[in-house]
Nanobody, 115 residues
Framework: QVQLVESGGGLVQPGGSLRLSCAFSGSIFSIYAMGWYRQAPGKQRELVATITSGDMTNYADSVKGRLTISRDNTNKIVYLQMNSLTPDDTAVYYC?????????WGQGTQVTVSS
């Protein structure tokens, strides 16, 4: 059974940076497509960024140029480097692992951008 544990969230001022991490366990990490999603209060969960097993990346238009997804297949971790944060980035960020008909979610980590 795949388990995902996010970390690295917190409170940051506008213009600041954070790096989220998602630790993967329970299966072969390298064959999964990994992603970050977020859900703001009163809104639906939305895609932030994904990275395939072949390191192809995809980003929501709202985060292009500011957020970067990467993966470490040796240590089974996926990262989300977040720069130039704005209050609109405030949300709970969820890690996702997907393969064929399977999808797994972490418990989420809160990111709050506020002065």
């Amino acid at each position: 059974q795949v388990q995902l544990v996010e970390s690295g969230g917190g409170l940051v001022q506008p213009g600041g940076s954070l790096r989220l991490s998602c630790a993967f366990s329970g299966s072969i990490f390298s064959i999964y497509a990994m992603g970050w999603y977020r859900q703001a209060p009163g809104k639906q969960r939305e895609l932030v960024a994904t990275i395939t097993s072949g390191d192809m990346t995809n980003y929501a238009d709202s985060v292009k140029g500011r957020l970067t997804i990467s993966r470490d297949n040796t240590n089974k971790i996926v990262y989300l480097q977040m720069n130039s944060l704005t209050p609109d980035d405030t949300a709970v960020y969820y890690c996702n692992a997907a393969r064929v008909n399977f999808a797994y979610w972490g418990q989420g980590t809160q990111v709050t951008v506020s002065s």
